[in-house]
């Protein structure tokens, strides 16, 4: 892990969300999101080893960053950062839950140790920074495949698609 300088009186969670995560921005946890801007992928979607970059607040004033570290669901994942319930503290797995009206992820609630439970504070997200490119979109499922059929006629023949037809002859 990397030192944090002996000007640092806690561990912050900048430093130990780029450590963890592999994603080289540096500064406020607010300026990650315009930083990532054309050196990293940037979208909507958790995606485990992403950032997840809080916005400003007027209780969190520099914001904050913390890795998924796990997809639970497509509203819940797990959370590993830094100086969030405890002053320095690292805290690892603990919840995070989608509470955005549209459930797009632009709002969440966080696992806070003192409640023993989610913290009692909706917190506004500008989104997810991936490391190593954006996530692939869930593939499609696969048409069925058709079976090949043969039809003995004499009628004109019409061709369909995933169905061979030929004439008797």
Not at 75 to 82: C, F, I, K, Q, S
Request: net charge positive.
């Amino acid at each position: 892990m990397t030192a944090v300088p002996a000007s640092a009186k806690y561990l912050q969670c900048v430093p130990f969300a780029r450590e963890v995560s592999g994603i080289d921005i540096r500064g406020n946890a607010n300026t990650w999101w315009g930083q990532a801007a054309g050196r990293y992928d940037r979208g909507t979607t958790p995606a485990v080893g992403a950032v997840m970059a809080f916005k400003a607040t007027s209780r969190m004033r520099v914001g904050h960053v913390a890795m998924v570290s796990r997809i639970v669901n497509d509203r819940e994942v797990l959370l590993t950062h830094a100086n969030w319930s405890r002053r320095g503290g690292i805290e690892r797995d603990v919840r995070a839950i989608d509470v955005s009206p549209a459930g797009d992820w632009s709002q969440v609630r966080v696992w806070f140790a003192a409640n023993h439970d989610l913290g009692t504070s909706v917190n506004p997200v500008q989104g997810f920074i991936y490391a190593h490119g954006a996530p692939a979109a869930e593939p499609a499922a696969p048409e069925p495949a058709l079976p090949t059929m043969t039809i003995a006629t004499s009628a004109p023949v019409s061709v369909a698609t995933g169905i061979q037809l030929a004439s008797a002859n």
